[in-house]
């Protein structure tokens, strides 16, 4: 058992991963965060002007996450994410009306590409060749410096497939990090890529029992707790001062700092941060979806990227939207509310809705930012940094994140 207490600053997806990994492992825990709430960009709320508890995205987990099965298996709510049993996306071309759907086989023998009715129309069997060239590209390369961004099946399943996952326009994004997404979910097979959506929340899948783990384990919670500054001494860091107070650390205390990459940067200015990101817009609809609706669907050629059908709303994701952050958030909406009622066969009348926009939702992915992403230990022995944005080898996900938050406490432990 590790002794003396692990502080834990910030109390997002990589934090409480952090913190329950530290609690499971018989650390004495203090979790501290600045908001009021848990969960960072993963979080619910009840919205006044829906009616309905909203999630501040649409979060999409794949079945090959494996660390995020592990960490809702340990704080009891392996139950909370739904999906089918088999792979299955579908799509539809908002520029003719196409629909299709993407039906990959379990096995990791991709025999589902010989069959016209799985794969992408008017695709060919030459261009899923494109998933071995990305296996493994060279370092520091661009997906367009490994592959053909072109043709069927890039235009209408790879580029909204890592769009998604890279937050990035994929053409200019790392194919380092296109080749860790697609190694651990498409080359696996579609055992790997059943698509997975937190229910009836993303509180209540990732958050909230996280948090009653944490209790019954005997950490401590707190929230409003803005850390300000790290003392460092002798290659260790010796004091959190946070507005309220400060806190002195123990010889034999550990820390693990789970804040955003610009809060980090200003804690700690000599570690490295990416320092350029992108937008996600999510919009929300109070309206049941129609009988027979996927319960998620691929958008081409339109202003939604996917659109995901709850019991009692619909709701948008738009990665890589930098484009329509600064749009009227009504006009937003009759925009994104156009592709929504096509997919679902809708009329035009605008239901209640809400916008939500994260101007700073991920790094951008590009092989540039990649370079500064920051490795989970420092120089300081008893200090260790968790986020999505440090150098997990994946992407800004929530599987990245989860991940981080674990390699840290692996590391505060074995200290």
């Known amino acids: 058992m590790t002794q003396g207490t692990v502080y834990v600053i910030g109390a997002g997806l990589a934090g409480l991963a952090a913190a329950v990994a530290?609690?499971?492992?018989?650390?004495?825990?203090?979790?501290?965060?600045?908001?009021?709430?848990?969960?960072?960009?993963?979080?619910?709320?009840?919205?006044?002007?829906?009616?309905?508890?909203?999630?501040?995205?649409?979060?999409?987990?794949?079945?090959?996450?494996?660390?995020?099965?592990?960490?809702l298996r340990t704080i009891g709510a392996a139950d909370r994410l739904a999906g089918p049993d088999r792979a299955r996306f579908a799509f539809i071309d908002m520029r003719d009306g196409a629909r299709w759907t993407i039906a990959p086989n379990d096995g990791r023998l991709p025999w589902w590409v010989l069959a016209r009715s799985r794969r992408v129309p008017g695709s060919t069997l030459g261009e899923y060749l494109a998933l071995t060239r990305l296996r493994a590209p060279p370092r520091g390369s661009r997906i367009a410096d490994v592959i053909a961004c072109s043709g069927p099946f890039w235009d209408k399943l790879l580029r909204p497939f890592l769009l998604a996952a890279l937050n990035t326009e994929p053409e200019t994004a790392s194919a380092e990090l296109a080749a860790s997404v697609i190694r651990e979910t498409l080359l696996l097979g579609g055992r790997a890529c059943r698509p997975r959506i937190a229910t009836p929340s993303l509180d209540a899948a990732f958050i909230a029992p996280a948090l009653a783990y944490l209790e019954a384990r005997g950490a401590?919670?707190?929230?409003?707790?803005?850390?300000?500054?790290?003392?460092?001494?002798?290659?260790?860091?010796?004091?959190?001062?946070?507005?309220?107070?400060?806190?002195?650390?123990?010889?034999?205390?550990?820390?693990?700092?789970?804040?955003?990459?610009?809060?980090?940067?200003?804690?700690?200015?000599?570690?490295?941060?990416?320092?350029?990101?992108?937008?996600?817009?999510?919009?929300?609809?109070?309206?049941?979806?129609?009988?027979?609706?996927?319960?998620?669907?691929?958008?081409?050629?339109?202003?939604?990227?996917?659109?995901?059908?709850?019991?009692?709303?619909?709701?948008?994701?738009?990665?890589?939207?930098?484009?329509?952050?600064?749009?009227?958030?009504?006009?937003?909406?009759?925009?994104?509310?156009?592709?929504?009622?096509?997919?679902?066969?809708?009329?035009?009348?605008?239901?209640?809705?809400?916008?939500?926009?994260?101007?700073?939702?991920?790094?951008?992915?590009?092989?540039?930012?990649?370079?500064?992403?920051?490795?989970?230990?420092?120089?300081?022995?008893?200090?260790?940094?968790?986020?999505?944005?440090?150098?997990?080898?994946?992407?800004?996900?929530?599987?990245?994140?989860?991940?981080?938050?674990?390699?840290?406490?692996?590391?505060?432990?074995?200290?």
């Open 22 to 71: 530290a609690a499971t492992g018989g650390a004495r825990v203090v979790l501290m965060e600045s908001a009021e709430q848990a969960g960072g960009r993963c979080r619910s709320y009840r919205d006044a002007a829906l009616g309905h508890v909203i999630d501040n995205g649409n979060h999409l987990v794949l079945s090959g996450n494996h660390a995020t099965q592990a960490y």
């Open 220 to 415: 401590s919670v707190r929230f409003g707790q803005r850390l300000r500054g790290v003392g460092l001494a002798n290659g260790r860091a010796t004091t959190l001062d946070f507005v309220g107070g400060p806190v002195a650390l123990a010889a034999a205390d550990r820390v693990v700092l789970a804040t955003p990459p610009w809060v980090t940067h200003d804690l700690l200015p000599d570690i490295a941060v990416p320092d350029d990101f992108r937008a996600i817009v999510n919009a929300h609809f109070s309206i049941a979806p129609p009988a027979g609706v996927a319960p998620m669907t691929g958008v081409i050629g339109g202003t939604a990227e996917w659109v995901f059908a709850f019991h009692d709303r619909l709701s948008v994701t738009v990665s890589c939207a930098d484009r329509l952050v600064d749009c009227g958030r009504e006009a937003l909406a009759k925009r994104l509310w156009h592709d929504v009622a096509t997919v679902c066969g809708l009329g035009p009348t605008l239901p209640p809705w809400q916008i939500v926009k994260e101007r700073r939702a991920t790094f951008a992915a590009t092989p540039a930012q990649a370079a500064r992403r920051a490795a989970a230990r420092t120089a300081w022995a008893n200090l260790v940094l968790a986020g999505d944005w440090t150098d997990t080898g994946l992407p800004a996900t929530i599987e990245g994140a989860v991940r981080s938050g674990q390699q840290a406490a692996a590391l505060v432990l074995r200290a």
